[in-house]
Structure formats: structure tokens, C-alpha cells
């Protein structure tokens, strides 16, 4: 994950290590959506989108993984506190503060905190398993939409009615994650897709 990450921020800036890029802000507000797609309105019946809190787990992932990969340690080291972090998460009593809890550290320290990323992953029932299918799915939609003119404004994020993140979804349901082949045919559904 740490150099597929590494790849895809290279796309969009071969010197993002040195670019100053917010991280923090853009995890912050990948929280403020998880919510959303949880549901937290006391005043509307709300069912949770549990794809969609899980690919914004996996967005938050992004986020965290590059402030990681700033810190200029080697994969292997960074690859071991991260593993660390997972297994001392933490939890608030509930998922919607165990995201609130994420998003005002990471504003306080503009930290990537792995321990509460886990934290809601406990209570989406996601393993890191399946963590690693949905990062590897997301990569290979943040690389379609660069191949396809995101950074120039060119892209459309909606398709048919549809943001692409729910045709990733689809995808994803329909394809083996273990195959050698799943980034080429997750490129391939989302390209089929995207024409049509």
C-alpha cells in the first residue's frame, strides 16, 4: 500500500514529498463524509452506506499513508509502526465519535492516526484484508481518473446519474480480489464504464 501510494502521488506531482500538501485537511474532510454516509441526523431515519463509510476508510488511508511516507523512513520501518497502530486501536463508544475523535486529533496535530482508523474499521467489521481490496481498487480509481484529466478539471465524476465511487463499489463486488489480474480488471470495468 505504502508504494502504490507513493506511486500515485508521483502522478499527480513527481515532487509531492516536498509540494507542502495539506494531508491532514483532506483527512479531516474525508471524516466529515464518513459521518455522512454513517448517518447522524436525529431528525431523519438514516441507514448507513456501509460501502461508502468503507471507501472513505480507505480514502482516509490515502491520506494517512502519505503523511507517513514524508517522513522519509524506510518502507519497512514505516510499514511496522503503521502495523503497530493497527494493533493498539482505539475506539471512542461509539463510531460516529470514534470519527470525531479521529478528525480533532489529526486538526490538533496534523497526524495520520492509524489507532482510530482501526478503531472504525472495528466497528464496520472490515479486516485489513479487506482494507487492502478496497485501497487497491480506490488506487486504480484515482489512476483512471488521472489518466482521464482529473488534475486538469477534465473528468467526469459522474456517470449516468452515478459517482464513480459507486461503480467502483459494483466492481469491486463483482471481481476477485486475490486474482494477479484484479488492478488491470478493475482499470478495464471502470474504462467500459466510463465510455459507456
Request: aromatic share 12%; with cysteine.
Amino acid at each position: 500500500m505504502l508504494e502504490l501510494q507513493d506511486s500515485m502521488n508521483s502522478k499527480v506531482n513527481a515532487d509531492w514529498r516536498n509540494a507542502g500538501n495539506e494531508w491532514y485537511r483532506a483527512i479531516w474532510m474525508e471524516a466529515s463524509e464518513m459521518l455522512e454516509h454513517y448517518g447522524w441526523k436525529w431528525w431523519k431515519k438514516q441507514e448507513p452506506d456501509v460501502m461508502q463509510v468503507k471507501l472513505e476508510v480507505v480514502d482516509i488511508v490515502h491520506f494517512a499513508l502519505s503523511i507517513r511516507l514524508e517522513q522519509n523512513q524506510s518502507l519497512e520501518d514505516t510499514a511496522e509502526l503503521i502495523a503497530a497502530d493497527f494493533e493498539n486501536s482505539m475506539q471512542a463508544e461509539d463510531i460516529r465519535k470514534t470519527i470525531e475523535c479521529l478528525a480533532l486529533l489529526t486538526l490538533t496535530d496534523q497526524g495520520a492516526h492509524f489507532t482510530f482508523i482501526s478503531g472504525i474499521m472495528k466497528y464496520m467489521d472490515m479486516s485489513f484484508d479487506e482494507l487492502y481490496e478496497i485501497y487497491v481498487g480506490k488506487n486504480v480509481l484515482n489512476m483512471f481518473r488521472q489518466d482521464n484529466g482529473y488534475k486538469e478539471g477534465t473528468y467526469n465524476k459522474v456517470w449516468n446519474g452515478r459517482e464513480d465511487n459507486e461503480y467502483l463499489a459494483d466492481i469491486m463486488k463483482q471481481l476477485n480480489g486475490d486474482s494477479q489480474t484484479f488492478q488491470d480488471d478493475v482499470y478495464a470495468a471502470l474504462s467500459q464504464n466510463y465510455a459507456a
